[in-house]
């Protein structure tokens, strides 16, 4: 266990803080003992048992597994382990990664019925004073201290805590065991809601010990609300009950004890506590009046005193007691005087009043006043039931069971036969339900069942109980029969019926040393625990518990509520029996046993050190007595029949992973591989160990020690290291102890972190796969809430692709295909893209370049698609100029000054006979200029050009078309050109003529002179050739150059 390593002791300090204090494995367990018994090398000792229990109580550790079962040792003093933080501390935390404490065990429940919705019940046993009640009490304070709460249930839950001192006041006494010791079993559910929140309870009340109404031990007190009332009412409400507060030692029935004050308790005190609790549980007024009318009447019974007259009649002496009685119980006086000292019989249907002895009378009034404080005693949890019962649905159940444990006495009687019967059964409960989830857990995790060798006490719990065989059967019977019944014939009938039985021995029975220990009205169970002799005296009256019919009948009238209700007058008419008072309790168990069995159970068992209350002292007597009584080495014994320790392989991972290279720092494989690597580095033996499915059971307390031991010397050196690197220098241990702790918390804090974000993660990715696919489905239907994540996801992605992959210039023409919903969308981006792409193109555009592509246009818009050749023009800038200025005769040169703006070389063919000649074409500001070398050979004004023609061919010929009757002009000009495109589009810009130029497809006409015409023909051939034709004609042949030109 790790805590017997690294325990945790926590103390709070002088500022309020809490101090941590570790200590180590290999001192502590020395000092300390084992917080798990099963780790106990010596299992069978009885006596290793007590010494591991007498060592914690000395250190205060009063709290000890035997696997899921905590053993509490009553530290007769306040320890400051039951604060807030405590809790905190133990909420949601493993049994063992803390030291032991009845809060582990009550959030283990807790988290059980939260996250596996299986009610849980929490059985608390052990003799009077062990701290049953006390137990009970943390777990109900640590419930209602951490669980979330609703809106509503913040007055559950003071409902819940408040209940405890209302019936502590009336079924708590004091007696010698115990200061405030409870007289009656208690098995209280609290319920919560599907959120965790307590809602609501409900209690059930087992055998109140009646007797204690009219009778006390010396040195014990009645039931405490009798002396609170006494001591604190308010004299106007003592005045109404008829009570005297200045001198209680005139109550017969608190006097018995001879203990009116006990300096533990303060009457005072408790009064205060109980009248707020009343009203906080919700009775009003007049029923916290009515109540205590009813503990005020059983005073004024018990004081209530009989005389026998000369005849022998007996009669009431105490009239006045008579008078408050009527009172407060609102009877009749008369009438109850004469049914408490005649009885009245019903025998064949006739009615038949006898007078009673003196003695009769007295137990007919103490039969009274038991019955009615018994009665409403019961009321009054039911009461508390009401105000406890959930409004809303009630999701699961912890049930609490403060329960008598097993009671030994010099004398015993028939409520320790009831007790210890009780004891046998939750005894084979506790067999039955640990036996079964060992099993259970064993074949969940594949390992194979060792049968347990254990002592079945069912044979006992029939001896008790078994249908007419069983001894409480006998004892009804007894009851029940016609004639002289006694608790001897009892006896002797019990000896006749069960003699021979294993577990059942009497005087007469038995033989030498036992028959000596045992009186002649005794008999002699042999119960699971241990033998206990019952003295028989008294059995039968308790068993019948009788209250005579006429006394029956007045209280059926009581005006008071309470009796009223407590009284029915189904009673009356009813001819059956009552139950008898064990057949009652008996039933009673089994609908407890029932109501376990349906749970799943915890146990606390609890241990008085000694019988003085007094706190550090540990007698061992004492203790190996209870320690028997409680069968805890049974206990023990089935538990360790099989494995000392079993642990997650991922808990077992994370604490020993330092003790092997291959685990440390981390294990990154499979869990079950980690562990086996682990165990194999640390040689164990295979019978030493077994794997589970998710567990590891480790046999012997020894190998699990060997393991710690380990550890413990391997810590400085991981110490050493992370001092080094983090600069620290204090106490070795303490820091490898301070280390070791921080960083578990901060790993399983970011462990918890990282699981949480995962958790979101997955859930989100979840989600959007969801939606997704939802949106895929109906993704052609218009815009709903099912597609819009889809749609909008679709319409995010294209754009985004779009993004990725825009066109690079003007003239891709590249796009991404757009989703049917974004087509129109992707029609008006595209045109705005190129948009802002010409946009940007113009911006950065040079002047040379715009004239450049000026010109381009121009020529686009006159040769594309009508001339052969123009697409092999389209890359080719257009130059300034095809002629350098020396390239252009001087004199030419000084006649037109600077005034040429394109030279261009040409071939220019006579009109009439084709004669092809090489010429200079210059264009000049207002014309254009045809120069052979030095000469000027003719000049066209811009103005008086009429267009140019070119052929569709990817021939060079130009014709330039004057005006014939212009006497200037010699005619048209023919001319032909290797950058035709070049030089035509460049003229047509300068003449302005750009809509006159005329592209045809097989002919040209020109004029030659005045009247007269010339023809170029353009055909396609297999190389260019300009020939004159026989017919007078300029034929052209031009290759095909663009297949598709027109
Ligand atoms: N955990 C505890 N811390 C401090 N004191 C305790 C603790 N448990 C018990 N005690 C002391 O022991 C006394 C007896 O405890 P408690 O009333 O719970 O015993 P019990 O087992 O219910 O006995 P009974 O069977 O008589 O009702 C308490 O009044 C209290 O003084
Ligand atoms: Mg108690």
Partial sequence: MWNDLLLFQTVVDVEGGVRLVMESALSARDRVGVQDFLLLENYTSEAAFIENLRRRYRENLIYTYIGSVLVSVNPYKELEIYSKQHMERYRGVNFYEISPHIFALADNSYRAVRTERKDQCILISGESGAGKTEASKKILQYYTTMCPTRNNTHSIRERLLQSTPVLEAFGNAKTLRNDNSSRFGKYMDVQFDYKGAPIGGHILNYLLEKSRVVHQNHGERNFHIFYQLLESGHSELLRRLGLDKTNPQQYHYLVKGNCPRVSSISDKNSWKIVSKAFSVIGFNEEEVEEL???????????????????????????????????????????????????????????????????????????????????????????????????????????????????????????????????????QQLFIELTLKSEQEEYEAEGIGWESVEYFNNKVICDLVEEKFKGIIAILDEECL????????????????????????????LANGKTRKALGRDEFRLLHYAGEVNYNVNGFLDKNNDLLYRNLKEVMCQSENQIVKECFHTDELTDQRRPETAATQFKLSLAKLMDILMSKEPSYIRCIKPNDGKQPGRFEEVLVRHQVKYLGLMENLRVRRAGFAYRRSFEAFLQRYKPLCPDTWPNWQGNLSDGVSTLVRHL????????????????????????????????????????????????????????????????????????????????????????????????????????????????????????????????????????????????????????????????????????????????????????????PQSVPRLFVGTRLENEEINLKVRQTLGSDNRYGVAVTKYDRRGFRARPRQLLL?????????????????????????????????????????????????????????????????????????????????????ARGKEGVIDFTYGAELRVIKTKNGRLAVTAPRINSNSI
């Fill in 292 to 426: 205590l009318k009813v503990v005020a009447s059983v005073l004024h019974l018990g004081n209530t005193q009989f005389g026998e007259d000369e005849f022998g009649e007996t009669h009431i002496t105490t009239d006045t007691q008579i008078k408050f009685l009527s009172e407060l119980l609102g009877v009749d006086g008369s009438f109850l005087s004469e049914a408490l000292t005649h009885k009245k019989i019903v025998a064949k249907g006739e009615e038949m009043i006898g007078p009673l002895s003196l003695e009769q009378a007295l137990s007919a009034r103490d039969a009274l006043a038991k019955a009615i404080y018994g009665r409403t005693f019961t009321w009054l949890v039911q009461k508390i039931n009401q105000s406890l019962a959930f409004q809303v649905k009630c999701s699961s159940v912890i049930g609490l069971l403060d329960i008598y444990g097993f009671e030994v006495f010099q004398n015993n009687s028939f409520e320790q036969f009831c007790i210890n019967y009780c004891n046998e059964k939750l």
């Fill in 683 to 870: 040689n164990y033996k295979p019978e030493e160990y077994k794997l589970g499915r998710s567990k590891i059971f480790i046999r012997f307390p020894k190998t699990l020690f060997l393991t710690e031991d380990a550890l413990e010397i391997r810590k400085p050196s991981i110490g050493e290291k992370a001092q080094k690197q983090l600069g620290f220098s204090v106490n070795n241990h303490t820091f490898v102890c301070l280390c070791l702790s921080v960083v578990i918390v901060i790993q399983s804090w970011w462990r918890g972190v990282k699981g949480r974000r995962r958790a979101t993660r997955r859930r989100q990715a979840a989600d959007t796969i969801r939606n997704l696919i939802k949106g895929f489905i109906l993704r052609n239907e218009p815009r709903c809430p099912d597609n819009e994540y889809f749609l909008d996801h679709v319409r995010f992605s294209f754009l985004m692709t779009i993004k990725r992959n825009l066109p690079k210039n003007v003239l891709d023409r590249t796009w991404p295909r757009p989703p049917p919903s974004l087509s129109e969308a992707s029609v008006h981006l595209h045109r705005l893209c190129i948009r802002n792409l010409v946009n940007d193109y113009c911006r950065k555009i040079q002047p040379e370049w715009k004239n450049q592509l000026e010109q381009k246009v121009v020529a686009s818009g006159i040769f594309r698609g009508q001339k052969d050749n123009y």
């Fill in 481 to 508: 029969r016609p004639g002289e019944a006694s608790d001897i014939t009892f006896l002797e009938k019990l000896e006749d019926r069960l003699g021979g039985h294993p577990h059942f021995v009497t005087h007469k």
């Fill in 924 to 1008: 000049m500001a207002t014309g254009v200029i045809l120069v052979q070398e030095s000469k000027i050979k003719q000049r066209i004004d811009y103005s008086s050009l009429l267009g140019i023609s070119v052929s569709s061919l990817s021939d060079g010929l130009f014709v330039m078309h004057v005006p014939t009757a212009d006497s200037k002009q010699k005619g048209d000009l023919v001319l032909q050109c290797d950058h035709v495109i070049e030089a035509v589009t460049k003229l047509a810009i300068m003449a302005d003529k750009i809509h006159n130029v005329n592209i045809s497809q097989d002919s040209i006409k020109f004029a030659i």
